[in-house]
C-alpha cells in the first residue's frame, strides 16, 4: 500500500482472493476502509522469494563492521560547510 | 472484540505487575500507540543469544522483541498461540451476528450507517486474525472447519441476544469495553504477527466504543420508554460482561506459560477489576446504573468491591447450553454450505483463465 | 425546478438498495464479500442521506431524511420495484447491483453535469460509488456466469427473472439513456457467457407511482418498526 504520494509502498497484510482481480477489489475494501492509502500492490504469496533465519547470519553480519559506509564515520574538520 | 471466555480450563493468573501501575494515566488508545512506539523501538534493540534455536528463542523474548513467522519457536508456543488467535477470529466473525440482528431496524439512518460500518469491521478483523493465524502454518478453511464443527470456540458473550436497540448501545459500551481492555495487552504480544493485527485492530475498534456509550447516553436522557429499556440492557449484559475475563485466577489452569512467553501479560481478575473500575465513573455519567447492590468503594484496595459473574453459568454458556450458542453456530454454518457454489464458481473461473493465458502473464 | 418525487426516486432506489446489501452482512459466501457488500451498502446508504435531506429541504414541510425513511408507506415510496425484489440468493444480488449500478451510474454522470447545483454536487461523489459497484457486479457476473454449470444456471436464472423490471428505470425523461445501459449490461452478459434476454413482453412499474410489489411492504416495516414505536423520540 502507498499510503500517500511521494510514500513508498509498505507491506499492510494478508487475504484470499481466488484470481487477482478479486485479490486487488478485496486488498482495497479490506485494508483502505479509513482511507489508508492511493495505490496497491497484490501479490501472489507463492511468488514471494524469502531468505530464511537460517540465513540470517551469512546474509546480513558481513555488513556489520563496515563502518566506513556510515557518514558518521568520518570526521569534519572545524569550520568545514556544506559536507 | 474478544474476551477470555472460551476455554473452560481458564488461562488465568500468575501474579502480575499492577494493571493500573503499568498503564498509570493513559488512556486505552494511548496506550495502543505506546505498544506500537515499543514495538519499533525494540526492533532496534540487538538479542544476545546463542545459536541453539532455544535459546535465540528465548533471548528474543527475554529483550522484549518479536517473534517472526520464519523463526524457530517451540510446538506448545506456536500450538497455544494458533488456537488463541483462531478463537480470537472466530470471536470477531460470530460477533458480527447479535449486533447484525439491528441493522435493519437501526432507528435513524444515521444508526444503520454507523452499525453497518461497525459490523463490517468486525469482519475485517476477523480476516486480519485469520491472516495472522495463517503465518503459523494453518489453514483458514482448516480455522473455519474447527469452528463449524465446533472444535474451536467462540466468545461466549456472544451466545447471549440482543433483544432490543439499546443492546446495541450495551453491546458497544460494556463488550466492547471489555474487549479493548483485554486487547490492548496483546498490543504488546511476543507474536510479531499477532502484536500488529491487534495495534490495527485496537486503533480501528476505538470508535466501537465510543458509539456504544452515545446510543445509550441518549436512550437514557430521551422517553421514560428509551431509558427503561437502556437500564434492561445494562441490567442484562452486566454480569456477561464481567465473566468475558474468564474464570477467576484461582480456577487458573495454564497460563503461567503463556505469561513468560509474554503472550498475555495480566491475569483474569486484574483485567477484571480495571474493567469495573472503568465503568463505574461511566456509568454515573450515563445516569444508569449498575445491577450490584454490593458494588462501593474500596479505600484500602484503592478499587471498587463488586460481586463476581457466575461462573457455573459461564461453564454452561462454554459447554454450548447458553441462549443463542445453536442459533450462532447454524447461522454460520449455513452462510457457509449456502456459499459454496459461489465459492466454487470463483474456482473454477480462475482455474478456467489461468489455462487460457500463457504462464507468466 | 427539482421536483421532490423526481430527487425521492434517487434516494428511496439508494435506500432500498442499502437495505436488501445490509441483509448479506455475516452471511455472505466469503467473508471477504461480507465487507464488499457493506462497503457497497453503506455507498448507497449515504447518497440515499444526502438524496432524501435535499428532497425535504425541496418539499419544504420541515421533514428530515428519519422523517422521509420511517414514517412514509409503502404508497409514498418512490423507487423502483427493482431494487425491493427479495435476494433468495448471491447470483440475484449481483444481477440486481448489475444492473442498478449501471443505471445509477449514469443518470449520476447526468445529473453531475446537469443544472440543480444541489444534486449535481451529490451525484459527483456517487458516480465515482457507483462505478466501483458496476466494476464489483461485473467481476461476480463474469465468474458466475462462467464458473461452474450450477453458478451459469443461477445466474442467468436472475438475469432472466430480473430483466423486465429494468425496463422500468428508463420511463419517461431517461428512454435515452437506455442505449447506453445496454452497452454496459450487454458487455458484461457476454463476457460471462450469458444470453441477453429478449425485449418485449412483460415490463412492470409503478415504482416511481407509489404502486410497488408486495415485498415493499414487508421491508419497510422491517426497516421502521422501532422508529415507529417511539413517536417524536431522539436516537
Same mark, same amino acid.
Given at each position: 500500500?502507498?499510503?500517500?504520494?511521494?510514500?513508498?509502498?509498505?507491506?499492510?497484510?494478508?487475504?484470499?482472493?481466488?484470481?487477482?482481480?478479486?485479490?486487488?477489489?478485496?486488498?482495497?475494501?479490506?485494508?483502505?476502509?479509513?482511507?489508508?492509502?492511493?495505490?496497491?500492490?497484490?501479490?501472489?504469496?507463492?511468488?514471494?522469494?524469502?531468505?530464511?533465519?537460517?540465513?540470517?547470519?551469512?546474509?546480513?553480519?558481513?555488513?556489520?563492521?563496515?563502518?566506513?559506509?556510515?557518514?558518521?564515520?568520518?570526521?569534519?574538520?572545524?569550520?568545514?560547510?556544506?559536507? | 472484540?474478544?474476551?477470555?471466555?472460551? *476455554?473452560?480450563?481458564? $488461562?488465568?493468573?500468575?501474579?502480575?505487575?499492577?494493571? /493500573?501501575?503499568?498503564?498509570?494515566?493513559?488512556?486505552?488508545?494511548?496506550?495502543?500507540?505506546?505498544?506500537?512506539?515499543?514495538?519499533?523501538?525494540?526492533?532496534?534493540?540487538?538479542?544476545?543469544?546463542?545459536?541453539?534455536?532455544?535459546?535465540?528463542?528465548?533471548?528474543?523474548?527475554?529483550?522484549?522483541?518479536?517473534?517472526?513467522?520464519? $523463526?524457530?519457536?517451540?510446538?506448545?508456543?506456536?500450538?497455544?498461540?494458533?488456537?488463541?488467535?483462531?478463537?480470537?477470529?472466530?470471536?470477531?466473525?460470530?460477533?458480527?451476528?447479535?449486533?447484525?440482528?439491528?441493522?435493519?431496524?437501526?432507528?435513524?439512518?444515521?444508526?444503520?450507517?454507523?452499525?453497518?460500518?461497525?459490523?463490517?469491521?468486525?469482519?475485517?478483523?476477523?480476516?486480519?486474525?485469520?491472516?495472522?493465524?495463517?503465518?503459523?502454518?494453518?489453514?483458514?478453511?482448516?480455522?473455519? $472447519?474447527?469452528?463449524?464443527?465446533?472444535?474451536?470456540?467462540?466468545?461466549?458473550?456472544?451466545?447471549?441476544?440482543?433483544?432490543?436497540?439499546?443492546?446495541?448501545?450495551?453491546?458497544?459500551?460494556?463488550?466492547?469495553?471489555?474487549?479493548?481492555?483485554?486487547?490492548?495487552?496483546?498490543?504488546?504480544?511476543?507474536?510479531?504477527?499477532?502484536?500488529? *493485527?491487534?495495534?490495527?485492530?485496537?486503533?480501528?475498534?476505538?470508535?466501537?466504543?465510543?458509539?456504544?456509550?452515545?446510543?445509550?447516553?441518549?436512550?437514557?436522557?430521551?422517553?421514560?420508554?428509551?431509558?427503561?429499556?437502556?437500564?434492561?440492557?445494562?441490567?442484562?449484559?452486566?454480569?456477561?460482561?464481567?465473566?468475558?475475563?474468564?474464570?477467576?485466577?484461582?480456577?487458573?489452569?495454564?497460563?503461567?506459560?503463556?505469561?513468560?512467553?509474554?503472550?498475555?501479560?495480566?491475569?483474569?481478575?486484574?483485567?477484571?477489576?480495571?474493567?469495573?473500575?472503568?465503568?463505574?465513573?461511566?456509568?454515573?455519567?450515563?445516569?444508569?446504573?449498575?445491577?450490584?447492590?454490593?458494588?462501593?468503594?474500596?479505600?484500602?484496595?484503592?478499587?471498587?468491591?463488586?460481586?463476581?459473574?457466575?461462573?457455573?453459568?459461564?461453564?454452561?454458556?462454554?459447554?454450548? $447450553?447458553?441462549?443463542?450458542?445453536?442459533?450462532?453456530?447454524?447461522?454460520?454454518?449455513?452462510?457457509?454450505?449456502?456459499?459454496?457454489?459461489?465459492?466454487?464458481?470463483?474456482? /473454477?473461473?480462475? /482455474?478456467?483463465?489461468?489455462?487460457?493465458?500463457?504462464?507468466?502473464? | 425546478?427539482?421536483?421532490?418525487?423526481?430527487?425521492?426516486?434517487?434516494?428511496?432506489?439508494?435506500?432500498?438498495?442499502?437495505?436488501?446489501?445490509?441483509?448479506?452482512?455475516?452471511?455472505?459466501?466469503?467473508?471477504?464479500?461480507?465487507?464488499?457488500?457493506?462497503?457497497?451498502?453503506?455507498?448507497?446508504?449515504?447518497?440515499?442521506?444526502?438524496?432524501?435531506?435535499?428532497?425535504?429541504?425541496?418539499?419544504?414541510?420541515?421533514?428530515?431524511?428519519?422523517?422521509?425513511?420511517?414514517?412514509?408507506?409503502?404508497?409514498?415510496?418512490?423507487?423502483?420495484?427493482?431494487?425491493?425484489?427479495?435476494?433468495?440468493?448471491?447470483?440475484?444480488?449481483?444481477?440486481?447491483?448489475?444492473?442498478?449500478?449501471?443505471?445509477?451510474?449514469?443518470?449520476?454522470?447526468?445529473?453531475?453535469?446537469?443544472?440543480?447545483?444541489?444534486?449535481?454536487?451529490?451525484?459527483?461523489?456517487?458516480?465515482?460509488?457507483?462505478?466501483?459497484?458496476?466494476?464489483?457486479?461485473?467481476?461476480?457476473?463474469?465468474?458466475?456466469?462462467?464458473?461452474?454449470?450450477?453458478?451459469?444456471?443461477?445466474?442467468?436464472?436472475?438475469?432472466?427473472?430480473?430483466?423486465?423490471?429494468?425496463?422500468?428505470?428508463?420511463?419517461?425523461?431517461?428512454?435515452?439513456?437506455?442505449?447506453?445501459?445496454?452497452?454496459?449490461?450487454?458487455?458484461?452478459?457476454?463476457?460471462?457467457?450469458?444470453?441477453?434476454?429478449?425485449?418485449?413482453?412483460?415490463?412492470?412499474?409503478?415504482?416511481?407511482?407509489?404502486?410497488?410489489?408486495?415485498?415493499?411492504?414487508?421491508?419497510?416495516?422491517?426497516?421502521?418498526?422501532?422508529?415507529?414505536?417511539?413517536?417524536?423520540?431522539?436516537?
Amino acid at each position: 500500500m502507498r499510503p500517500r504520494r511521494g510514500l513508498a509502498h509498505t507491506h499492510v497484510g494478508s487475504l484470499h482472493a481466488p484470481d487477482a482481480e478479486l485479490a486487488l477489489r478485496n486488498a482495497r475494501d479490506l485494508y483502505t476502509r479509513r482511507q489508508e492509502g492511493v495505490s496497491i500492490w497484490v501479490v501472489p504469496a507463492a511468488s514471494i522469494v524469502a531468505s530464511s533465519p537460517d540465513e540470517k547470519d551469512a546474509f546480513f553480519d558481513p555488513a556489520a563492521d563496515k563502518v566506513y559506509r556510515h557518514p558518521t564515520f568520518y570526521e569534519v574538520p572545524e569550520g568545514a560547510g556544506h559536507i | 472484540m474478544y474476551g477470555n471466555d472460551f *476455554a473452560a480450563t481458564g $488461562d488465568a493468573g500468575v501474579p502480575a505487575s499492577d494493571v /493500573a501501575a503499568t498503564s498509570a494515566g493513559r488512556t486505552l488508545l494511548e496506550q495502543v500507540e505506546d505498544a506500537e512506539r515499543e514495538l519499533r523501538s525494540a526492533s532496534e534493540r540487538s538479542v544476545v543469544g546463542d545459536d541453539r534455536l532455544q535459546d535465540y528463542f528465548d533471548a528474543v523474548i527475554n529483550a522484549d522483541q518479536k517473534i517472526e513467522p520464519r $523463526d524457530w519457536m517451540p510446538d506448545p508456543y506456536r500450538l497455544g498461540l494458533i488456537r488463541q488467535i483462531a478463537q480470537h477470529a472466530h470471536s470477531e466473525i460470530i460477533g458480527m451476528q447479535p449486533e447484525g440482528n439491528w441493522i435493519s431496524r437501526a432507528p435513524s439512518l444515521k444508526r444503520k450507517a454507523i452499525l453497518l460500518a461497525k459490523v463490517q469491521d468486525e469482519a475485517g478483523h476477523g480476516l486480519y486474525l485469520y491472516a495472522a493465524a495463517e503465518t503459523l502454518g494453518v489453514s483458514r478453511s482448516d480455522l473455519v $472447519d474447527q469452528l463449524l464443527t465446533g472444535r474451536q470456540k467462540y466468545s461466549s458473550i456472544f451466545n447471549y441476544p440482543t433483544l432490543t436497540w439499546a443492546d446495541v448501545g450495551t453491546i458497544g459500551w460494556l463488550v466492547d469495553g471489555a474487549a479493548i481492555v483485554n486487547q490492548v495487552p496483546l498490543c504488546r504480544c511476543s507474536y510479531g504477527p499477532y502484536a500488529r *493485527a491487534m495495534i490495527r485492530i485496537c486503533k480501528e475498534e476505538s470508535f466501537h466504543q465510543r458509539q456504544g456509550f452515545e446510543i445509550l447516553h441518549t436512550l437514557a436522557h430521551g422517553t421514560p420508554a428509551q431509558r427503561a429499556m437502556a437500564q434492561d440492557a445494562v441490567n442484562r449484559w452486566w454480569y456477561p460482561s464481567l465473566a468475558m475475563f474468564g474464570p477467576p485466577d484461582t480456577a487458573s489452569t495454564h497460563s503461567e506459560q503463556s505469561m513468560t512467553w509474554k503472550i498475555k501479560r495480566f491475569s483474569n481478575d486484574e483485567l477484571r477489576q480495571r474493567f469495573v473500575d472503568m465503568c463505574v465513573q461511566q456509568a454515573t455519567v450515563l445516569g444508569l446504573s449498575l445491577p450490584d447492590p454490593d458494588l462501593r468503594w474500596n479505600a484500602e484496595r484503592d478499587h471498587y468491591d463488586f460481586t463476581q459473574p457466575d461462573f457455573h453459568e459461564l461453564m454452561r454458556v462454554i459447554s454450548g $447450553d447458553g441462549p443463542c450458542n445453536r442459533q450462532r453456530l447454524e447461522h454460520r454454518r449455513r452462510a457457509h454450505e449456502e456459499g459454496a457454489w459461489v465459492r466454487e464458481a470463483a474456482a /473454477a473461473y480462475a /482455474a478456467k483463465r489461468a489455462a487460457r493465458e500463457p504462464a507468466g502473464v | 425546478m427539482t421536483s421532490v418525487d423526481y430527487v425521492l426516486g434517487l434516494g428511496d432506489d439508494a435506500l432500498v438498495a442499502a437495505q436488501r446489501l445490509a441483509q448479506w452482512c455475516a452471511r455472505a459466501p466469503e467473508l471477504e464479500e461480507d465487507v464488499a457488500l457493506a462497503n457497497i451498502a453503506l455507498d448507497q446508504l449515504g447518497a440515499a442521506r444526502l438524496l432524501l435531506t435535499y428532497a425535504g429541504e425541496l418539499e419544504g414541510a420541515g421533514r428530515d431524511e428519519d422523517a422521509l425513511a420511517y414514517l412514509r408507506g409503502d404508497r409514498e415510496y418512490r423507487n423502483c420495484l427493482l431494487v425491493e425484489l427479495p435476494e433468495p440468493d448471491f447470483a440475484v444480488t449481483m444481477a440486481k447491483l448489475l444492473f442498478l449500478s449501471a443505471y445509477q451510474k449514469l443518470r449520476y454522470e447526468w445529473l453531475a453535469a446537469a443544472g440543480d447545483e444541489r444534486l449535481s454536487a451529490v451525484a459527483d461523489k456517487a458516480r465515482k460509488e457507483s462505478a466501483y459497484h458496476l466494476d464489483h457486479a461485473s467481476l461476480w457476473t463474469v465468474r458466475l456466469g462462467d464458473g461452474t454449470p450450477e453458478s451459469h444456471r443461477r445466474m442467468q436464472d436472475a438475469v432472466d427473472r430480473l430483466w423486465p423490471y429494468t425496463h422500468e428505470l428508463f420511463e419517461g425523461d431517461h428512454a435515452a439513456l437506455r442505449p447506453q445501459w445496454l452497452s454496459l449490461v450487454t458487455a458484461v452478459l457476454d463476457e460471462a457467457t450469458l444470453t441477453r434476454p429478449a425485449d418485449g413482453g412483460w415490463a412492470p412499474g409503478g415504482g416511481r407511482q407509489g404502486l410497488h410489489t408486495e415485498h415493499l411492504s414487508y421491508l419497510l416495516a422491517e426497516l421502521q418498526v422501532l422508529h415507529r414505536a417511539h413517536p417524536g423520540a431522539r436516537w
